[in-house]
C-alpha cells in the first residue's frame, strides 16, 4: 500500500503542476499552443504510454471492446475536452490557485461518488462514512481556497475598477463560472474512465498486469477529449488567422512549451492509472480524490511561488489555511482506505 501511495504522489506533483505550464506560451497565441497539446498531449500521449506499458498489441483490446461503451467513454471525454477549455482561459481570468481550487473541488466529490456507483464497490458503513466526512472536510478547504481568492481579487480593485470602466466584475464572474465547469468536465474525465473497464479487464484476462491495464481506458477517453479540443482550437486559428504563429522568430521555446506540457499534463493521468491498479478495488474512488486533494496543494504552491498571492498577507494566510484542511482531509481519506 506503501507504494501505490508513493505512486499516487507522483501523480498529483504532475497534476498540480501542469496549470502553470498553460502560462507564458508565447509568441503562440492560445489556439496555437492549444491546437498542437491537442494532437500531443491529448491524442499521442495516452497512446504512447500504452504502447510503452503494454506493448503494441495493446490495440486489441480496444477491438475487442464493445462500441457502446467506447463511444461512452469518448462522448465522456468529449465533454472534458469542451470544459478544459474553460479551465485553461480561467486561468486567464483569476488564476492558476483559485480555478484549481474550484475545478478540483467539484471534480473529486461527482467524479469519486459516481464512479463507486459505477463499480458496485461499496465499501463497509463505517468506511464509507469516513470517505464522506473526508469529503466534506476537502469541500472545506476548498471553500477557504476560494474565499482568499476572492478576498485577493477585491484587494485588487475588482469591484472598483468594475464600476469605473464596468466589465471587470463580470470577467471575474466568466471566470468563476468556466471553473465551476470544467470541475464537472473533469470528473467526467475520471467517471468515463471507470466506466470503459471492458478493455481493461479483457488485457488482463489476457496476462497483462492489472497495475498497467487501466492505461488503456485512457485511450478511449481521450479520443473524444481530442476531438472537442482540438476542433475549436482549429476554428480559433482560422478565425483569427494565426497560422503565422508557428513561424515567428522565438516560437522555437513555444514549441518546447507545448512538449513540456504534453508531457506533465498526461504524465498525472498515466501514473494515476497505474496507482489506481496498485490502490486495489476502490483505486477510482479513493485514489480520485486523493489525486485531487494533494494536487490542489501542489498548484496552490505554484501560485505562491508565481506570485499570486504576493501583496496580500491577508488572503496569503487565509490560502494557507485551507491548503492545512485540505491536508487534514486527505489524513482521513488515508485513513478510510486502511480499514
Not at 104 to 127: C, D, F, K
Not at 142 to 165: C, D, H, P, R, T
Amino acid at each position: 500500500m506503501a507504494t501505490a501511495f508513493g505512486v499516487l504522489l507522483l501523480a498529483t506533483l504532475f497534476q498540480g503542476s501542469f496549470g502553470i505550464c498553460f502560462k507564458k506560451y508565447q509568441p503562440f497565441s492560445w489556439e496555437a499552443f492549444w491546437a498542437l497539446f491537442s494532437l500531443v498531449g491529448v491524442l499521442a500521449m495516452p497512446h504512447i504510454w500504452a504502447f510503452i506499458g503494454i506493448g503494441g498489441d495493446y490495440l486489441k483490446y480496444l477491438a475487442e471492446t464493445p462500441l457502446p461503451m467506447l463511444v461512452g467513454g469518448a462522448l465522456a471525454g468529449m465533454f472534458w475536452g469542451i470544459s478544459s477549455i474553460w479551465y485553461s482561459r480561467a486561468i486567464d481570468y483569476i488564476g492558476v490557485s483559485l480555478v484549481t481550487g474550484i475545478n478540483l473541488g467539484l471534480s473529486n466529490l461527482l467524479g469519486s461518488l459516481v464512479p463507486m456507483a459505477i463499480l458496485g464497490t461499496w465499501p463497509e458503513p463505517e468506511v464509507f462514512a469516513l470517505i464522506l466526512i473526508g469529503q466534506v472536510v476537502l469541500m472545506v478547504g476548498v471553500v477557504i481556497l476560494s474565499k482568499a481568492g476572492f478576498m485577493k481579487k477585491a484587494k485588487q480593485g475588482e469591484e472598483e475598477s468594475s464600476s469605473q470602466q464596468g466589465g471587470g466584475k463580470s470577467l471575474f464572474m466568466v471566470g468563476f463560472i468556466m471553473a465551476l465547469a470544467s470541475g464537472a468536465g473533469s470528473a467526467a474525465l475520471n467517471i468515463g474512465a471507470t466506466a470503459s473497464n471492458t478493455p481493461v479487464n479483457l488485457a488482463v484476462a489476457d496476462g497483462v498486469s492489472s497495475t498497467v491495464a487501466p492505461l488503456l481506458q485512457w485511450t478511449v477517453v481521450m479520443a473524444g477529449g481530442f476531438v472537442a479540443n482540438f476542433v475549436y482550437a482549429l476554428y480559433k486559428l482560422i478565425k483569427n488567422k494565426t497560422f503565422s504563429d508557428y513561424v515567428k522568430p522565438g516560437c522555437g521555446k513555444a514549441y518546447g512549451k507545448v512538449l513540456l506540457t504534453s508531457f506533465v499534463w498526461y504524465a498525472a493521468l498515466g501514473v494515476y492509472a497505474i496507482a489506481t491498479g496498485l490502490l486495489g478495488e476502490l483505486g477510482p474512488v479513493i485514489g480520485w480524490i486523493m489525486f485531487n486533494g494533494l494536487a490542489l496543494i501542489v498548484a496552490n504552491a505554484w501560485g505562491f511561488k508565481d506570485g499570486e498571492w504576493t501583496g496580500f498577507p491577508g488572503p496569503r494566510k487565509i490560502a494557507l489555511a485551507g491548503n492545512a484542511v485540505i491536508i487534514i482531509a486527505l489524513i482521513v481519506l488515508g485513513i478510510s482506505n486502511g480499514m
